[in-house]
């Protein structure tokens, strides 16, 4: 089956520092991937959509020059919190479609819970 | 705009008893409809889906049917165990691809 995999799984860092979070496509290539965040006890709330080769489509509310979106390739997708405070601490999830896949089906990483000091 | 409304939680039940989660939407649109589970410490999976009316998705012992005269897409499992025992989504999608989710019911099954 179509695997996601994310780097790290968790990460803690100080205040003011920036952490990258790498989303990739293990056994197929994606074209599109999502990147979520869940805060406890709630649902995911899609941040940005990350199309190969081209600028990432934030969601309204969503600071593009804090949450910078990099896909470079059809594998691998990385979110980098820039200046990362203690209210960026959550739970960032991403998904990933399959190019030639099932109409509408994403995959899911398994999470990175970033906590910021 | 697009939303999913689903049954608030914690829900606790007893190995063996029947489980429904419910799950209503609002969309633009058409959508596709799914279910998604999270078990402790794991990302989600996706538990089943259905792309039109009366579609009738299943997994697992899951069944849920879309019916787009009500717009729902009800949860049901007719005997769980407690291996079943997680975090169960409602979610919709256009042609977008984007997700949107429901805000999660938690279920424990006591053995």
């Known amino acids: 089956g179509a695997v996601v995999s994310q780097h790290p799984s968790r990460v803690i860092c100080k205040s003011g520092t920036s952490v990258k979070i790498e989303c990739r496509s293990l056994d197929f290539q994606a074209t599109t991937m999502f990147w979520y965040r869940q805060f406890p006890k709630q649902s995911l709330m899609l941040m940005a959509t990350s199309n190969e080769g081209s600028k990432a489509t934030y969601e309204q509310g969503v600071e593009k020059d804090k949450f910078l979106i990099n896909h470079a390739s059809l594998t691998l997708s990385t979110l980098t919190v820039t200046s990362a405070h203690p209210e960026d601490s959550s739970f960032y999830i991403c998904?990933?479609?399959?190019?030639?896949?099932?109409?509408?089906?994403?995959?899911f990483g398994p999470g990175t819970r970033l906590t910021v000091l | 705009g697009n939303s999913v409304t689903q049954m608030e939680g914690p829900v606790t039940l007893s190995e063996e008893a029947f489980l429904t989660i419910n799950c209503t939407y609002t969309a633009t649109g058409y959508p596709s409809l799914f279910w998604y589970v999270q078990y402790p410490g794991e990302g989600l999976q996706l538990l089943l889906k259905a792309t039109k009316a009366d579609d009738k998705g299943s997994n697992k012992g899951f069944e849920a049917t879309y019916r787009k005269e009500t717009t729902s897409f009800h949860l049901e499992k007719g005997s769980v165990q407690v291996s079943d025992s997680a975090v169960y989504f409602c979610?919709?999608?256009?042609?977008?691809?984007?997700?949107?989710f429901g805000a999660g019911t938690t279920v424990t099954v006591r053995a």
């Open positions: 998904s990933a479609r399959q190019l030639a896949g099932h109409y509408n089906e994403q995959f």
């Open positions: 979610a919709l999608s256009l042609r977008d691809y984007k997700l949107s």
